[in-house]
Structures are given as structure tokens and as C-alpha cells.
């Protein structure tokens, strides 16, 4: 099983460069960053975990400019997104973006994305919340054709361009894994269609882990990975290895430099008690 963090990138809290060299020296695999492009000022969506919302989702850096930093100071760590938000996003800016960042990291990317949940932030880009799900399922399609054609063209409902041509391609083929985040009948259709990698979050119990997995099996899909998002210092490691997960990423705290070693000292070796 590989380990990394999940984590906001932000303008007060550790850079990403120096957080990549903390996560690699401590032998974590991956970071994972989140993405918000904006907070509107007036929100009316009420955020999961109940209150007011964190500072930190007002402050998030964007996820691939903070992923390339990152990339600069490391060699080997898998750099990921939980998640993007492409139903908002260009599909052909995003295509660039994440073709670009594969090929100067050497093929590290992995390219989580989910419908998001704020649909103030959603209305601003002129994303009808009720429709998100099947833009973001064709926007999925469409990256796909314009990172393996040299002309791609796409004709959806929502989506729609004749030929075009976008170089690079990414460093890994056909494409960087896509990573699917939640755990919804409808995220769960979007795996078996699109996804290489599931993103559910830690507070999956354990049999749907299970039961995920033999559903896919049963889809044809016994190749897609799972990526298990949100874990904690008392979470079962050793159970989420018995349902098949690959990788689990902890959450780690926006913190300055200091606290944020600290706190991955404390996960290093929380993982090495549960993995011995």
C-alpha cells in the first residue's frame, strides 16, 4: 500500500516545493491539493462539515501551478489533484494544464476530479449545478480524445468542437490516471465509464469498500484502483489493506513550515506502527 497526503496549499501555510521535499525525505508517496477557484462573497451552500467555512478555502492556491512548484523539488512523488473541479474548468486549458505538467514531471500525475459542491462558485462559471454531472462526464471524454488524437474532435450535449490539435501530450499513456472522487450512484457510473482510480473518502465504511470493488468486477472494471482520501492518526489501515486499497492519503492540516514537519513526523510514524 503507498501513503501521501491530501491537503490545501495556501498562501499561509507550508510552500508546495518545500512540502513535496518533507513528504519525499519521509518516504510518503503522494500529494494530493484541492481546488476552489473563488469563495463568492455571498454563500448560500451549506458546507459539509457544518459551520462556518474554513479560511483556508478562501486562500487555496491554483492546484497545478502549486503541483509544477512541487514537481521542481522532487523525483519520484505522485502529484494529484482531490479533486479538481473540471466541470467548472476549460477543457482545453485544463488538457494543456495537466498534459503539461505530466510531461515536466515525468509522468507523475495523477488527475483526481469530482462535481464539486458550491454551487454559488459553480453559477460563476456559468455551471448549472443540476447539470454538472453530465458536463463533467463529457468534459472526461473530451480530455481523453485531445490527449490521445493528434486532431481530436468531440460532439456532445454539452461539450462540442470540431477537429482540433493540442501538444503536448502527457508522458503517460494513454493519459495520466483519472481518479474519480465520490461515492454516489452517479460518481460510481462515472468510474466504470471514466475513471482508472476511485477517490472515496475515509469515512467510506469498509463493506461498501467491498462492495465497490466486486461491482466493479462485475462492470468488466477489476483494474481500477482506489485511493482512499481523508484518513486520520485512528484510522485502520490494516482493514482498509483487506478491502483491496492501493493508497491512502491522510489529511494533513494547512500549517506553517514547522508544524507542518512536525505533523508529517507524527504520520510517518503512525504508518510505520501500522504497517510493521
Known amino acids: 500500500m503507498k501513503f501521501g497526503v491530501n491537503t490545501f496549499v495556501t498562501d499561509e501555510s507550508i510552500r508546495p516545493d518545500a512540502l513535496g521535499r518533507a513528504l519525499e525525505e519521509r518516504g510518503f508517496e503522494t500529494l494530493l491539493v484541492t481546488e ?58 485544463t488538457a494543456k494544464e495537466v498534459a503539461t505538467l505530466d510531461v515536466l514531471s515525468g509522468g507523475r500525475v495523477l488527475f483526481g476530479v469530482g462535481v464539486g459542491w458550491n454551487r454559488e462558485e459553480m453559477r460563476n462559471h456559468g455551471v448549472e449545478p443540476r447539470r454538472r454531472g453530465p458536463l463533467l462526464n463529457e468534459k472526461l471524454a473530451a480530455l481523453k480524445a485531445i490527449w490521445t488524437a493528434d486532431e481530436a474532435e468531440f460532439h456532445g450535449e454539452h461539450v462540442d468542437f470540431d477537429p482540433v490539435c493540442s501538444w503536448p501530450k502527457p508522458a503517460q499513456r494513454p493519459h495520466p490516471p483519472i481518479a474519480i472522487g465520490g461515492e454516489s450512484p452517479a460518481a460510481l457510473d462515472r468510474l466504470a465509464r471514466y475513471g482508472d482510480e476511485w477517490m472515496p473518502r475515509a469515512k467510506t465504511p469498509v463493506e461498501e469498500l467491498r462492495r465497490v470493488a466486486s461491482w466493479l468486477a462485475d462492470q468488466g472494471r477489476s483494474d481500477v484502483r482506489t485511493t482512499l482520501c481523508g484518513a486520520t492518526l485512528d484510522s485502520d489501515i490494516a482493514a482498509y489493506a483487506e478491502a483491496g486499497v492501493d493508497r491512502v492519503t491522510f489529511t494533513l492540516p494547512p500549517l506553517p513550515d514547522r508544524e507542518t514537519v512536525q505533523y508529517l513526523d507524527k504520520l510517518a510514524a503512525y504508518v510505520e506502527r501500522q504497517t510493521r
Open 36 to 93: 476552489h477557484s473563488h469563495i463568492p462573497a455571498k454563500r448560500e451552500t451549506p458546507w459539509s462539515g457544518g459551520g462556518e467555512l474554513p479560511r483556508e478555502y478562501y486562500r487555496t492556491y491554483d492546484p497545478f501551478v502549486a503541483l509544477a512548484i512541487a514537481s521542481a523539488a522532487t523525483t519520484t512523488l505522485t502529484l494529484g489533484t482531490a479533486v479538481a473541479l473540471l466541470a467548472q474548468r476549460d477543457v482545453f486549458q
